[in-house]
C-alpha cells in the first residue's frame, strides 16, 4: 500500500479524531493539541496543553465529541485532569485512585470522563463540576483501557486481572464481567451495536456479543504487539495497529484474516482512525508521522482490466489488496467467472470440450482459477462412462462416478436420476403402508440397495412404517414441533413430498413474520413466530424475536397510553427502541430533566431536585440512575455543611445517613477523608456504621435534607 498523504508532527501521535466538520484533531505525547483540515493537512487551531507523557501505549488523553472537554493523565500519572477548552480552565485535577492513573476517556455524550487506574477502579466525573458522580464495578489490578459503545449505553473495562466487564449507563447496572482471556486485556473496541472486541497481553482477541453474554469467535493470527484499533465506517473491516508498524485487517462478518501485512511502515503505530466519507486509514506514529491510506487502492484499476477483461490482471490487483475483493467491481468479477464456469460444464456437459475451453481461455493464467479448470476437464474425461451406466441402469456405478466427480450432480442427467430416486421411494413409502404391498416396495426399491446414501433411507423406511403414518397424521394436525421432531429421529422423512412442502411453508412463514413485523403488525408477526419455533432452523431467531416483539409491543402501547414507566422499562430491556422516532424523544428528555437536575444538585437543592425528576421516580428501571443523581445531591449537601463549618455533631449526622441510604460508595469515601481534616476529634468511623445499599434505594427513601 501507498500513502495517499502525510506529515510530519515531529512528536509521538497519541490520539487521532475525526470530526463532521471536517476537521482533525491530533493529539502528540506533550499534549500539544492541532486541529488540521482533513483534505489539507493545513493547521486550522491549536494550543499546548503542556503535559507530557513518556508512555502512551494506552489511552492517555482523550477528546470530547462535542469539543469542548479534554482528558488527560498527568506526567507523573498521579492524577487524571479534566479541562473545559472553551473557557481555558480546568475543571478537576482527580486524584482519588489509590496508585497510578492508568487511562482516561470521554462519553460520547459529553457528560462525563471516565479514570482507570492501577487500584483497578473506573471513576466516573462530571465534566461540568469535575465532581465525582459514581464509580464502575471494581476489577483487581490496573484498568489498561475502556471503551464505549457507539450510543453510549454502554461502557467496558479491560483490566490486567485478564477480565473485561460491561456495564449498562441506561440501568446503570452491571451487566457482566468477561473471564475467557488467559492474559492481562490490553484493548477494548466495541462494533455492531452489541459487540466487543477485546485483545490480551498475548495479542489474543475474542469478539464477544454482550447481549448474550457468550463469545461469538476468537481471532486468529495475531502474532505482534497490538497498540491501537479502529474499525471501518461500515462496520465491515477491523483494522490494527502494532508496535512493528504493521496494519492487519480481519473481516467483522466472518472474523477471518483478510491480510496479515496489510500495511507495513517503519514506527510502531501509536493512533489509528478512520475516514469514513473517503474510506481512508489515518496511522499516527511514533516517529512523529501522520499517514493517509485509501484502503480500496487499486479499485479504479481494476474497473479498467474488467472493462478489458484482463481478468489475470485483476487478479495480480486483488492480490497485492485483499480488500478489493469485498467491492461492487469484484463482485462482477466473481459473477463473470462464476457465470463462465457454468457455462463451461454445460458445454462439456453437451460434449463440447472444444468451446469450454474457449469460454474459459481468459482465466487460464489465474493460478486459483486454472486449477479449477483442470479439475473441471478432468472430471468430465469420465463422463460418457457415467451416461452409460445410467442408460444401462447400472445405479450403484452411476451413483458412485457421481460422488467420485461432484461436477456430475450438476447436470441434466443427474436431476433425472435424483428424480426418478424420489419418484421410487415415494411410491415405495406409500405401498409401504398396507402390508398386501409391502413386497412391491422392496421389490422397486431393489436396484438403489447397494447405493450407500440411499440404503439407509430403505432401511429406515421398512423397519419404521409407522413412523410414516404418524408424520403424515401430524401434518394433518398441523402440530409441527411433533412433524419435526420425528424428521430429526428420521432422516428418511425428508425424502418425502411432504417434507419439501413443510420446509417451503416454514421459508414462506419466515418471509410473512418479517413483512408483518415491518408494518408494525406484532400480534400477527407473533402468531407466525410461535409456529416458526418448532422449525429448527428458525427456532433461535424465533425466540428472540418474540421476546423483542413482547417488548415492543409493551413499549408502542405504553407510548400510545402515555406510561412513561412501562416504555422507559421497554427501553432498558430492549435498546434499540432508543433509536425510533418516540424512543429518542423520550431518551432527549430524560437528558433534558437530569441536566436540570444536576444542576440544581451541585448545590444540594433535593426540592428542586426532585421536582425535575418527578416524573420517573415511579419507573423501576430509573431506580439506579435517581440514586447516583440524589447520592451525588446529599454529597452537596454535606459538602456545603463543611464547607461553612457547621457543628460537627451535624456533618456526622449526614454522614450517618447518607451510608443508611447508599452504603459505601466512593463519594462517601472521598468527602469522609475530608471530614477527617477538618474534625481531626471526631470518632466517627464508617467502618461501624450501619450501610444500605445504592443498588436498593427506592424514591421512597428521598428527604429534604440529609443532616436531619
Given at each position: 500500500m501507498e500513502a495517499i498523504k502525510s506529515k510530519s508532527i515531529k512528536k509521538p501521535i497519541v490520539l487521532l479524531k475525526l470530526y463532521d466538520d471536517g476537521s482533525l484533531l491530533v493529539i502528540d505525547n506533550e499534549t500539544t493539541i492541532r486541529f488540521l483540515d482533513n483534505d489539507s493537512l493545513s493547521l486550522l487551531d491549536g494550543f499546548k496543553a503542556r503535559v507530557k507523557h513518556d508512555s502512551y501505549k494506552g489511552r492517555v488523553v482523550d477528546y470530547s465529541n462535542n469539543k469542548l472537554y479534554l482528558a488527560t493523565l498527568s506526567s507523573d500519572l498521579k492524577e487524571s485532569r479534566l479541562y473545559n477548552i472553551k473557557k481555558k480552565r480546568i475543571i478537576t485535577r482527580f486524584s482519588r485512585h489509590h496508585g497510578e492513573v492508568s487511562c482516561v476517556k470521554i462519553d460520547p455524550k459529553n457528560k462525563f470522563m471516565l479514570s482507570g487506574g492501577d487500584d483497578g477502579k473506573t471513576f466516573a466525573i462530571d465534566v461540568v463540576s469535575g465532581k465525582l458522580m459514581f464509580t464502575l464495578l471494581s476489577h483487581v489490578d490496573t484498568i489498561n483501557d475502556i471503551g464505549f459503545s457507539q450510543n453510549g449505553n454502554w461502557v467496558a473495562t479491560a483490566s490486567y486481572d485478564r477480565k473485561v466487564s460491561v456495564?449498562?449507563?441506561?440501568?446503570?447496572?452491571?451487566?457482566?464481567?468477561?473471564?475467557?482471556?488467559?492474559?492481562?486485556?490490553?484493548?477494548?473496541?466495541?462494533?455492531?451495536?452489541?459487540?466487543?472486541?477485546?485483545?490480551?497481553?498475548?495479542?489474543?482477541?475474542?469478539?464477544?456479543?454482550?447481549?448474550?453474554?457468550?463469545?461469538?469467535?476468537?481471532?486468529?493470527?495475531?502474532?505482534?504487539?497490538?497498540?491501537?484499533?479502529?474499525?471501518?465506517?461500515?462496520?465491515h473491516f477491523l483494522f490494527i495497529g502494532t508496535a512493528l508498524g504493521y496494519v492487519i485487517v480481519f473481516d467483522l462478518h466472518t472474523y477471518e484474516m483478510i491480510a496479515p501485512r496489510f500495511i507495513k511502515i517503519t514506527s510502531p503505530i501509536t493512533a489509528m482512525e478512520f475516514d469514513s466519507i473517503n474510506n481512508h486509514l489515518i496511522i499516527g506514529t511514533e516517529d512523529g508521522f501522520l499517514i493517509y491510506y485509501d484502503i480500496y487502492e487499486g479499485l479504479d484499476v481494476i474497473k479498467e482490466l474488467l472493462q478489458k477483461k484482463q481478468i489475470d490482471k485483476i487478479q495480480a490487483e486483488v492480490d497485492k489488496n485483499p480488500i478489493l475483493k469485498y467491492t461492487q467491481v469484484y463482485d462482477l468479477v466473481s459473477d463473470f467467472w462464476e457465470k463462465s464456469l457454468e457455462k463451461a460444464r454445460i458445454a462439456l456437459e453437451n460434449r463440447q470440450p472444444d468451446k469450454a475451453k474457449l469460454i474459459l481461455e481468459q482465466f487460464k493464467d489465474v493460478p486459483s482459477k486454472n486449477k479449477v479448470i483442470q479439475k473441471l476437464f478432468q472430471d468430465f474425461s469420465q463422463y460418457d462412462k457415467f451416461i452409460g451406466c445410467v442408460k444401462q441402469g447400472k445405479l450403484a456405478l452411476a451413483y458412485s462416478l457421481a460422488n467420485s466427480y461432484p461436477a456430475y450432480k450438476k447436470t441434466k442427467i443427474y436431476d433425472a436420476l435424483e428424480k426418478q430416486w424420489k419418484t421410487v421411494f415415494a411410491r415405495a413409502q406409500k405401498m409401504i403402508l398396507d402390508p398386501k404391498t409391502t413386497q412391491m416396495a422392496k421389490d422397486i426399491l431393489a436396484p438403489y440397495r447397494g447405493i450407500s446414501e440411499k440404503t439407509k433411507y430403505i432401511q429406515e423406511?421398512?423397519?419404521?412404517?409407522?413412523?410414516?403414518?404418524?408424520?403424515?397424521?401430524?401434518?394433518?394436525?398441523?402440530?409441527?414441533?411433533?412433524?419435526?421432531?420425528?424428521?430429526?429421529?428420521?432422516?428418511?422423512?425428508?425424502?418425502?413430498?411432504?417434507?419439501?412442502?413443510?420446509?417451503?411453508?416454514?421459508?414462506?412463514?419466515?418471509?410473512?413474520?418479517?413483512?408483518?413485523?415491518?408494518?408494525?403488525?406484532?400480534?400477527?408477526?407473533?402468531?407466525?413466530?410461535?409456529?416458526?419455533?418448532?422449525?429448527?432452523?428458525?427456532?433461535?431467531?424465533?425466540?428472540?424475536?418474540?421476546?423483542?416483539?413482547?417488548?415492543?409491543?409493551?413499549?408502542?402501547?405504553?407510548?400510545?397510553?402515555?406510561?412513561?414507566?412501562?416504555a422507559f422499562d421497554a427501553m432498558a430491556e430492549y435498546e434499540d427502541l432508543e433509536e425510533t422516532a418516540e424512543g429518542k424523544q423520550l431518551r432527549n428528555q430524560w437528558n433534558k430533566d437530569v441536566n436540570i437536575a444536576n444542576t440544581y444538585a451541585v448545590n444540594g437543592d433535593v426540592v428542586v431536585v426532585k421536582k425535575a425528576l418527578e416524573k420517573y421516580l415511579q419507573i423501576q428501571s430509573k431506580y439506579i440512575?435517581?440514586?447516583?443523581?440524589?447520592?451525588?445531591?446529599?454529597?452537596?449537601?454535606?459538602?456545603?455543611?463543611?464547607?461553612?463549618?457547621?457543628?460537627?455533631?451535624?456533618?456526622?449526622?449526614?454522614?450517618?445517613?447518607?451510608?443508611?441510604?447508599?452504603?459505601?460508595?466512593?463519594?462517601?469515601?472521598?468527602?469522609?477523608?475530608?471530614?477527617?481534616?477538618?474534625?481531626?476529634?471526631?470518632?466517627?468511623?464508617?467502618?461501624?456504621?450501619?450501610?444500605?445499599?445504592?443498588?436498593?434505594?427506592?424514591?421512597?427513601m428521598i428527604v429534604k435534607s440529609i443532616l436531619e
Open positions: 456495564f449498562n449507563l441506561v440501568t446503570m447496572t452491571a451487566k457482566e464481567r468477561f473471564r475467557s482471556h488467559s492474559a492481562p486485556v490490553m484493548h477494548l473496541q466495541f462494533f455492531h451495536k452489541n459487540k466487543l472486541l477485546s485483545i490480551d497481553k498475548d495479542s489474543k482477541g475474542i469478539i464477544w456479543d454482550i447481549h448474550k453474554s457468550k463469545v461469538i469467535s476468537r481471532l486468529q493470527g495475531i502474532h505482534d504487539d497490538v497498540r491501537k484499533v479502529v474499525v471501518s465506517g461500515d462496520e423406511l421398512m423397519t419404521q412404517s409407522n413412523v410414516y403414518k404418524r408424520f403424515r397424521e401430524s401434518l394433518g394436525k398441523k402440530d409441527f414441533r411433533t412433524a419435526m421432531q420425528l424428521i430429526k429421529q428420521n432422516p428418511f422423512l425428508q425424502l418425502l413430498p411432504e417434507y419439501t412442502s413443510l420446509t417451503n411453508f416454514a421459508d414462506n412463514l419466515y418471509f410473512k413474520t418479517h413483512d408483518a413485523i415491518n408494518k408494525k403488525d406484532f400480534n400477527t408477526a407473533m402468531k407466525y413466530l410461535n409456529d416458526l419455533i418448532n422449525f429448527d432452523d428458525f427456532k433461535e431467531e424465533a425466540q428472540e424475536k418474540l421476546k423483542e416483539l413482547e417488548v415492543k409491543q409493551k413499549f408502542y402501547l405504553a407510548v400510545k397510553t402515555g406510561n412513561i414507566s412501562d440512575s435517581l440514586a447516583t443523581i440524589f447520592s451525588w445531591t446529599y454529597i452537596s449537601q454535606i459538602e456545603r455543611t463543611m464547607k461553612e463549618k457547621k457543628e460537627k455533631s451535624i456533618v456526622e449526622n449526614g454522614i450517618k445517613n447518607y451510608l443508611s441510604l447508599f452504603g459505601l460508595t466512593d463519594q462517601i469515601e472521598s468527602l469522609y477523608e475530608s471530614f477527617q481534616e477538618l474534625y481531626p476529634d471526631s470518632k466517627l468511623n464508617l467502618e461501624l456504621l450501619k450501610k444500605g445499599d445504592i443498588t436498593k434505594w427506592i424514591p421512597s
